[in-house]
């Protein structure tokens, strides 16, 4: 194992959401940016947002020092996000480090070859849901809007859209406090657009975006799987929370498969 | 309870939210109503609900609704961006004409507080503080000259314009509710002054401005000269004045119109109004100069009076002069004249319409300062004068010139003689009495249309000179529900319209934070229902960061926990967290060599 390991230059931390919503993805994306970008490694371990945002400020900082040693003993320079909430946290916190979101990066190393126009002949159209924690990052938009082109899908903008998009309702750790609440932010979200289809960045909006009343995909399941069409059957909400570790699990396994 | 640093931090939204900011209408209104609320609920056909939300503030919405001045109109948003305003008067006479049901007035009356307070005047003005007397449980009594009741509404204000039975229905609150009147009594003459003071607690003196002022120029006493206000008065009491065909009216105000316009109905053939300023210039509000050139009145705007000659005493002829100039660079009051221009018109009576004063005659002028116009002197803040339990409300203190004003008047001496006669601070938070600026600051957005103001229906001109019959029609409810849809409901609460939570617990974050701050604590589950997305301050004109405030509130709330979220539900993320960061489910890699992975 040892002659394998090249220089780390820049490392994949997929976050939490896309792990437990779907490791077959996390493998993917990383076996494509091991192909893309030679020198990628890779961490899964959480940010450290959800303590944050529950105002816990002593144990953020200590959890979020166990990733940093992590990134520095890999010796990356560059971090690749594909979370918003990660893509806020360690910009702020990793200032050594350049953060990079997926959706600024793919349309700068393209999109893998197979699904590049892949959804033109799809029914659907999909009403783009920008996550909020970003909505100031337009590059993070555009890249979004890039993709779905490149993928063929027709798309709808909801009457609330980058920079100005509504919250899925997820965020702020909302949804264990004031459930019925958080309900009602989702559903008023998915409310806005005509579309019964929508397509986000984030697991988690689009755990939100199902809750609403949606039929929703992430981002990468247009790109790592379909064409989507309005036959297909559509990802739904876990079942339990053990579903969601248990597929944490399998992202970690998938993780070292691609860099065993 | 929370730090000094984060109640410190919460008094910038509390200072600078305009959440609780009137509408521009609303502060202008000398009386406040809530014309915002009401307009929309016309727009909604809730009529019932339109007319009981006038009534909380005006007991006379048909009169209002016909007669006010309007100043809201003037600073409407509409007329701001388009010259265009809400024409808020006329949808209050829509629902007040047709939805004003006797049987909801409200007929409250506090418990009998064992104080008399006499009203001199039962115009708008003592009417009002009256009113708001009498249900505060005082037992008042109005003192009144004339044997009818309204004041200048009854007999400066044509019946044209204000039908008197509306004046009669609008005053009936008043006796429902135990106002004593004594009509047709004149203080001064059929009862003193000092009489009055020494069998109630506290007067008020609304006796108006019912005496004409007359300019002092040659041959202003000969016969067939008259002041307006003698003129409006005979005419509104009696139906009659004894005029020639041909007449002179002196003044550019809405007095003058009255005036004119009145001698149309009763005959005059040719009536000439002139008045100092140019046509643009004329106090007069545009919509009265124009209704009485439709009646055939003849202006001569830019002319000032030069002399008046009779034959045997009696008025013949009216000369003027061009007034060149009427203000001088300070703003004063200083008319100049072309002495080269002058026109004499034959003419068999003037009327003199340019201005009124007080007649203070009833008091002694040692007991009570007066100013000039006989004009009584009081304290600004609450009406008093410099005899204690004397107030002064309307334009017996020259401080109103409209019926909204002296209303609003009224209404302020009432609160002073209640805070008088309970022996409390009379000065104190007295800030938002009459009219005032709003805080509020809105933007008219680009895709407002302007959507033109609807006009009322009017009688034809040719037909309404032949009486004194109403020339307004008013708005049918088309019309109405029209005009009502126009309202642009001018206010902030921007996030308000943004954050389904901050609705769950407040009117406006202002609000929020205020009750927080008095408090000194807040339920966790407000700071922990925080979406933290910031569509608030996307929406906030002064770019609140109302997340950070819950966030400050969040970390605070934990330190007080020992660490933990004071949320139950969150044992669930703090699992999470647990597990998040456990080896279980964690790993790092570094990168490989792909080739050497094959």
């Known amino acids: 194992m040892a002659d394998n390991i090249v220089k780390t230059k820049r490392v994949f931390i997929p976050g939490c959401s896309l792990p437990s919503y779907n490791p077959i993805l996390v493998e993917k994306t990383l076996e494509y940016l091991q192909e893309k970008l030679p020198g990628t490694g890779a961490i899964l371990k959480c940010c450290g947002k959800p303590t944050k945002a529950l105002g816990q400020e002593k144990k953020f900082k200590e959890r979020y020092g166990t990733l940093q040693a992590e990134i520095d003993r890999l010796g990356a320079e560059e971090i690749i996000v594909a979370c918003q909430s990660c893509f806020l946290t360690m910009t702020e916190d990793s200032p050594k480090q350049k953060v990079i979101s997926l959706w600024e990066l793919l349309p700068q190393i393209g999109l893998p070859k197979k699904s590049r126009g892949i959804g033109k002949k799809s029914d659907i159209v999909f009403a783009i849901h920008d996550s909020c924690p970003t909505r100031h990052r337009t590059t993070i938009h555009e890249g979004i809007r890039w993709i779905i082109h490149e993928l063929g899908y027709k798309f709808e903008e909801p009457p609330h859209t980058r920079e100005n998009t509504r919250c899925c309702g997820f965020g702020g750790m909302v949804v264990p406090a004031n459930p019925e609440l958080a309900l009602r932010v989702m559903k008023r979200r998915t409310a806005e657009v005509s579309s019964d289809y929508m397509v986000a960045y984030c697991a988690a909006c689009r755990e939100s975006m199902v809750k609403g009343g949606k039929r929703a995909v992430h981002i990468l399941d247009l790109i790592f799987g379909g064409p989507w069409t309005s036959d297909t059957e559509f990802p739904g909400v876990p079942s339990s929370p053990v579903t969601s570790w248990i597929n944490r699990y399998k992202s970690k396994l998938a993780i070292r498969k691609v860099l065993e | ?598």
């Open chain 2, 1 to 598: 309870m929370l730090s000094q640093d984060i109640k410190k931090h919460m008094q910038d939204i509390v200072e600078g939210c305009m959440g609780d900011a009137p509408p521009y209408c609303e502060a202008t209104c000398p009386m406040h109503t809530d014309v915002k609320k009401y307009v929309n609920f016309i727009g909604e056909g809730k009529y019932e609900d339109a007319i009981a939300v006038i009534r909380e503030k005006l007991f006379l919405p048909a009169t209002l609704g016909r007669i006010c001045a309007h100043p809201c109109e003037e600073k409407c948003k509409r007329e701001e961006v388009f010259q265009q305003p809400m024409a808020i008067a006329a949808l209050k006479r829509f629902v007040a004409d047709h939805y004003d049901d006797e049987a909801k007035w409200d007929l409250t009356v506090e418990p009998h507080k064992g104080k008399k307070v006499a009203v001199i005047g039962a115009g708008p003005a003592g009417a009002q503080a009256a009113l708001d007397l009498r249900k505060k449980g005082y037992q008042v009594t109005i003192f009144e000259k004339l044997k009818v009741v309204g004041g200048m509404m009854r007999v400066g204000i044509p019946e044209y314009r204000l039908p008197r039975h509306i004046i009669d229905f609008e005053y009936g609150l008043l006796h429902k509710l135990g106002v004593e009147f004594k009509l047709g009594i004149e203080v001064g003459k059929d009862i003193s002054f000092d009489e009055i003071r020494k069998t109630h607690d506290a007067v008020i003196i609304a006796v108006g401005a019912h005496k004409g002022i007359v300019i002092p120029v040659e041959g202003h006493q000969l016969d067939g000269v008259f002041h307006a206000v003698d003129f409006l008065r005979e005419v509104s009491l009696t139906g009659k004045f004894p005029l020639g065909k041909k007449i002179a009216v002196i003044g550019g105000g809405n007095v003058a119109m009255d005036v004119a316009r009145s001698a149309r109905r009763l005959g005059v053939e040719e009536v000439h109004l002139f008045c100092l300023e140019s046509k643009d210039k004329m106090p007069a509000h545009s919509w009265e100069v124009e209704e009485a050139e439709d009646e055939g009145v003849i202006i001569h705007a830019g002319f000032g009076p030069e002399r008046m000659i009779g034959q045997g005493g009696k008025v013949t002829g009216f000369e003027v002069k061009e007034c060149i100039s009427v203000f001088d660079q300070d703003g004063k009051f200083h008319p100049q004249y072309n002495e080269n221009n002058k026109q004499m018109f034959a003419v068999e009576n003037v009327i003199f319409a340019v201005g009124q004063a007080v007649d203070s005659s009833f008091v002694n002028k040692e007991q009570i300062e007066i100013q000039r116009g006989g004009r009584f002197a009081v304290d600004p803040i609450t009406l008093q004068t410099n005899l204690e339990n004397v107030f002064v409300a309307g334009d017996a203190s020259g401080r109103s010139a409209i019926v909204i004003e002296a209303m609003a008047e009224g209404r302020k001496a009432a609160i002073s003689v209640d805070r008088y006669l309970q022996g409390q601070d009379m000065k104190k938070g007295r800030e938002f009495e009459g009219c005032y600026k709003t805080w509020l600051e809105t933007q008219v957005k680009d895709e407002v249309l302007n959507i033109p103001r609807i006009k009322t229906n009017q009688m034809d001109p040719y037909q309404r000179i032949k009486n004194f019959a109403e020339v307004d029609l008013g708005f049918t409810e088309g019309q109405a529900l029209q005009e009502a849809a126009r309202c642009l409901q001018c206010e902030c609460k921007h996030c308000m319209k943004e954050c389904e939570m901050l609705n769950d617990f407040c009117a406006y974050p202002k609000e929020l934070f205020q009750r927080i701050l008095k408090e000194g604590s807040v339920d966790p589950i407000i700071p922990f229902s925080c979406n933290m997305c910031s569509q608030c301050t996307l929406a906030c004109p002064k770019n609140f960061k109302i997340h950070e405030h819950f966030m400050e509130i969040r970390k605070e709330m934990v330190k007080k926990n020992n660490g933990k979220s004071p949320i139950k539900g969150h044992k669930a993320i703090e699992i999470h967290q647990m597990l998040g960061f456990s080896k279980l489910f964690n790993t790092v890699r570094p990168a490989v060599n792909r080739k050497g992975r094959s």
